[in-house]
Each structure stands twice: as structure tokens, then as C-alpha cells.
């Protein structure tokens, strides 16, 4: 049944004789055999208001696995329904168009910019609930949500979705009966001109900003939520279940899937990341936190139960991630809401780096050094002792920090290059105390005083990150306009077959003009390779 000839679906039932109308209908449904009765049924049904606890009842005592996937179909209607009319019962619905438009898709990143902030520990939670529902639950009490914590998809990357269209089971499915995800990785209706291909790269992640859950879980019926909530989500092409004797490149290959999940989550500033458990997946979780390029992006990684629809065995998974990550107490929904989701507000506040208990490797050698001169020796004493103080010259204010965050800065800039006549030494620091003199990058000055950025992560830093923030933005500007000069230029091509490549032998070429007279460009569209002539 395609979602999108869908008929009217309203919010939750009411009144006896409703209730009654509704269950007979629910009855009648899944007495059917043919397509076209089901399909007839199902019309009938998205005419009535949605009662949760009847469709649960029916649910729950069905046990042949094709009148249930029917069932979860009908959900699956009216949720689609309810963000193609863009109505929430009798109220306009709004915002919901922002996550397929706030949808990025990274074809395989590993790389993590310098800029993210770290965390010197990252704490871990089990909560015995359904691990939307925490989300959910963030959301209701913190107004920081959306900037902080990212919900964690197991997409499918064969077809967008999955088997959602056919009411098939599966957290990416559950969370398509819940959510509008379904506009960010499907998009059914073609609005927003999805440009990524399936099937999907191994290390494939797309991030979706401002995602809108309204339904509640399965275990209460799919019952709409009384107010639409806003979460983030990350999906990655996981499996549900990784068995222990897993081959050694399929270990690999998970392992550099979470890497790349992280790694989108600190592009986008998300420190908490809310994970379904998987049957052995944990595992693979600890490896990757051990790492320490990728372990101290998160504050804070909290793990729920999955679906029910995905039949695992609750007792054992969460035996399994307990001894796992060693967690010590395992929270009911009751107890969660308590204690931890008030602690939520925390993420967003800069904090220094002596209040999260991190200190700089080389803050150490600096700590008691009230003198420029401290630790110095051998035939480039003068020389680093002049560097020293033209560090401490550019910090104006700073009071007594200013002489140990001088001797910080060097020390970091020699251990790292290791002498004082290496090509990389002279770049970075000419580069480093043009951008610290410059009078409008106060940012950067007190970045450093205050321990937001770290002595020792300076001379890996480039130029475009020690700017101020307005030459920043005007540099961002120019790429941008080139950016799009060349895509207008590169869209000025012709396919053609006059020209063989000699790497594949193939015909199917692209020719474009150069700037200079009489000269071309040729693309072979097999495999990528170009030549000028």
C-alpha cells in the first residue's frame, strides 16, 4: 500500500461507543486474507480516531507474524498521514519540515576537527526503558537538547527505511512509526531531493537535525504523545546482532562505523548519545572509547532497551552491557528521571578545564614556573627564552597565568617539532604569533588563559583556526562563492565517446573547456580518472 494515498487519521479515541466501532473494525482486519481486504480495512480504520489501547489488546493477541506486520503498517499510515497534512489532532503542526532540510550525509568520515571539545571521562547509564523514551524524556525537562544529544539509528543499507512500508520489525522501523525520520532518509513524497545513494557506503553516516517524535512505544500501543518533541538522530549501518565469534575484518569494519559515528557527532557538538542495546555491541563500544582520538568526545553515553518488536532477550542484553562497561547500578524510568536528566543543562556551559579534572600534558613542566627561564638548557637556551617572551608580550591581561601559559605554549611548540630549525617550527610559530598579536583575536588570548583550548594542540592548529572570528567568516565567504563558481563552471560539460581512457578502456567521457584557448578537459565517467588535452 503505498503511503502516499493515505486517508484521514485522528489523535486518540473517546467514548464508548467508539471504542466499540474501533475494535470491530481491528477484529475484522486481521480476518483478512487478500491484499485488497486488508488494504479496504485499512482505509476503514484511518477513518476512525486511534485508540492505543485497543490496537495493543489486538496486538498482543495476535501471534501470526503477517497479521501483525499489517498491523504495524497501519501505524505506520497514520503517522505518515499526520506529517503529510502537517495537522497534529486539531493543531497546525510546525517545525516538522526541519529535519529532512537539516539532513547531512558523510560518505565516510574518520577525521575529527581540532576544535571539538573533549572530555577526560564519559559516563555510562542502563536504563530498563525504551531507549526513545529517554530521549523523549531529556527533551520534556531540558531546553539544551537539541544542541547536545543525539539519538543513534540502526539504518539499513540496502533501502531507505528498511521494511518500514511493510510494517516489518527492527529498531530503524520502530523508529519510522514514531518519528519523521522516514522524510530525511526515504522521502516518499521526493520534497527534498535526497542525494545520496543506496546502497550505502560501509562507513556511511547521515545526521538529522530536529527530528519530531508523536508517537509513544510499542509496549503502550503506539499512542500519540500530547506534545510533539524535538531530538536529534545519527544513522549508521549497524547490524542487530553481532555474534561473538564475529570475523576478524567484520570486527574491523563495526569498529571504524562507530569511529565515523563519533566523529559526526563531534562535527555537530552532540556530547551525549543515546544507543539501543544490540546483542554484542558493546563490546565494540569499549574498543572504540579506548581510543583516545575518539574516546574524549563524549560527556556522557546513555544505553535503553530496544524495540520490543525485536525479540531479544532483556535479562541477558543487559547482563551482557553491565558487564561490559562495568556499571555498577542499573536505573529503572523512575529512578532516571529523578537523578540524571536534571544534570542535562551541563553540557552547554564552557567549563575550564581544572573543573572537569583535565589537565594539559604540558601544563605540568609550567606549573611552577614563575620564571620565563624555567626548565632551559643547552646551546638554544637564549633562542627559546626570546620565544618565551614574545608569548608573554601578546597576553595584555592575565595576571600570573600569563609567565606559566608563555613557557606552556613554547615547551609545546619544541616538544612537538622537536628543534628549533625545523621548516615546520619557523611556519607554525610566525603563523601562531601573528594570529596571538593580532588586536581582534582576543577569542584566541582568552581561549588560552581560561584552558578552553589546550597549549599542546597549537602547533597542529592551522591558520584558518587561530584567525579571529571576522576573518574567519570572510575566508568561509570567499570559499563559498568559489565553491559555487566552480560548480557552475563544472556543470558546463558534455558527454561524449570520442576519447578511450587508458586505465579502464571504456568511452563514457565527460569534455569540458579550460580557461586557456583550444584546451580541453576529459573525465572518464567509469572510473573517475582525467587527462587534459
Known amino acids: 500500500l503505498k503511503l502516499q494515498f493515505l486517508y484521514f487519521i485522528g489523535m486518540e479515541a473517546e467514548g464508548s461507543a467508539a471504542d466499540a466501532e474501533y475494535g470491530r473494525k481491528l477484529e475484522h482486519l486481521m480476518m483478512q486474507d487478500s491484499k485488497s481486504g486488508v488494504s479496504a480495512c485499512l482505509r476503514e480504520l484511518l477513518s476512525l480516531p486511534y485508540d492505543s489501547f485497543a490496537w495493543k489488546d489486538t496486538y498482543s493477541k495476535t501471534k501470526d507474524e503477517t497479521k501483525k506486520a499489517v498491523l504495524m503498517r497501519y501505524v505506520q499510515h497514520g503517522t505518515v498521514k499526520v506529517f503529510f497534512d502537517g495537522r497534529y489532532g486539531n493543531t497546525v503542526l510546525e517545525g516538522y519540515e526541519e529535519a529532512p532540510r537539516n539532513t547531512f550525509y558523510y560518505p565516510g568520515i574518520t577525521?575529527?576537527?581540532?576544535?571539538?571539545r573533549r572530555f577526560s571521562k564519559t559516563e555510562v547509564d542502563l536504563v530498563l526503558c525504551d531507549y526513545l523514551s529517554i530521549a523523549t524524556t531529556i527533551a520534556a525537562r531540558s531546553t539544551l537538547f537539541t544542541n547536545s544529544v543525539v539519538t543513534v539509528n540502526f539504518t539499513d543499507r540496502k533501502a531507505p527505511g528498511g521494511r518500514y512500508k511493510a510494517g516489518g520489525p527492527g529498531t530503524e522501523e520502530d523508529l519510522h512509526r514514531r518519528t519523521n525520520i522516514f522524510m530525511c532518509i526515504d522521502d516518499p513524497q521526493k520534497r527534498y531531493a535526497r542525494k545520496w545513494p543506496y546502497p550505502l557506503p560501509p562507513l556511511a553516516v547521515m545526521y538529522s537535525g530536529n527530528v519530531m517524535i508523536t508517537r509513544g512505544p510499542l509496549n503502550e500501543g503506539y499512542p500519540f504523545l500530547s506534545t510533539p518533541y524535538h531530538l536529534n538522530m545519527v544513522s549508521v549501518s549497524l547490524p542487530s546482532?553481532?555474534?561473538?565469534?564475529?570475523?576478524?575484518?567484520?570486527?574491523?569494519?563495526?569498529q571504524d562505523k562507530l569511529r565515523s559515528l563519533l566523529a559526526v557527532c563531534g562535527r555537530h557538538n552532540c556530547k551525549w548519545v543515546l544507543f539501543p542495546m544490540m546483542p554484542g555491541l558493546a563490546r565494540h563500544i569499549k574498543e572504540v572509547l579506548k581510543d583516545a582520538k575518539y574516546g574524549t568526545?563524549?560527556?556522557?553515553?546513555?544505553?535503553?532497551?530496544?524495540?520490543?518488536?525485536?525479540?531479544?532477550d532483556v535479562e541477558k542484553l543487559v547482563t551482557e552491557y553491565r558487564d561490559v562497561f562495568e556499571v555498577l547500578k542499573?536505573?529503572?524510568?523512575?529512578?532516571?528521571?529523578?537523578?540524571?536528566v536534571d544534570r542535562s543543562p551541563k553540557l552547554?556551559?564552557?567549563?575550564?578545564?581544572?573543573?572537569?579534572?583535565?589537565e594539559d600534558p604540558v601544563a605540568k613542566i609550567a606549573k611552577n614556573a614563575d620564571e620565563l627561564e624555567e626548565g632551559l638548557a643547552g646551546e638554544h637556551k637564549q633562542q627559546r627564552l626570546n620565544?618565551?617572551?614574545?608569548?608573554?608580550?601578546?597576553?595584555?591581561?592575565?595576571?600570573?597565568?600569563?609567565?606559566?601559559k608563555a613557557v606552556e605554549i613554547e615547551v609545546a611548540m619544541f616538544n612537538h617539532f622537536g628543534a628549533l630549525n625545523n621548516a615546520g617550527y619557523r611556519t607554525q610559530l610566525r603563523t601562531l604569533l601573528s594570529n596571538l598579536q593580532d588586536k581582534q583575536n582576543e577569542v584566541l588570548r582568552s581561549q588560552l588563559l581560561q584552558g578552553e583550548i589546550l597549549s599542546s594542540d597549537l602547533p597542529t592548529m592551522t591558520a584558518q583556526a587561530l584567525r579571529n572570528p571576522t576573518k574567519q567568516a570572510e575566508a568561509s565567504s570567499i570559499r563559498a562563492e568559489i565553491t559555487a563558481d566552480i560548480s557552475a563552471v563544472s556543470t558546463l560539460t558534455t558527454d561524449t565517446s570520442m576519447y578511450t581512457c587508458g586505465r579502464c578502456k571504456k568511452r563514457r567521457c565527460s569534455l569540458s573547456d579550460a580557461t586557456e584557448p583550444m584546451t580541453h578537459f576529459v573525465q572518464c565517467l567509469s572510473c573517475g580518472k582525467k587527462w587534459k588535452m
Do not use: W
Not at 577525521?111 to 571539538?116: G, L, R, S, T
Open 348 to 358: 552547554q556551559r564552557k567549563r575550564p578545564l581544572s573543573e572537569m579534572g583535565r
Open 330 to 340: 542499573v536505573s529503572t524510568k523512575e529512578q532516571y528521571l529523578e537523578s540524571d
Open 111 to 116: 577525521q575529527v576537527p581540532h576544535f571539538v
Open 241 to 254: 546482532y553481532i555474534p561473538r565469534d564475529a570475523k576478524y575484518t567484520t570486527c574491523v569494519e563495526i
Open 387 to 404: 620565544i618565551r617572551k614574545r608569548f608573554k608580550a601578546v597576553f595584555l591581561e592575565g595576571g600570573e597565568n600569563v609567565v606559566a
Open 297 to 312: 568526545l563524549l560527556y556522557r553515553l546513555s544505553f535503553g532497551l530496544p524495540p520490543e518488536s525485536c525479540g531479544v
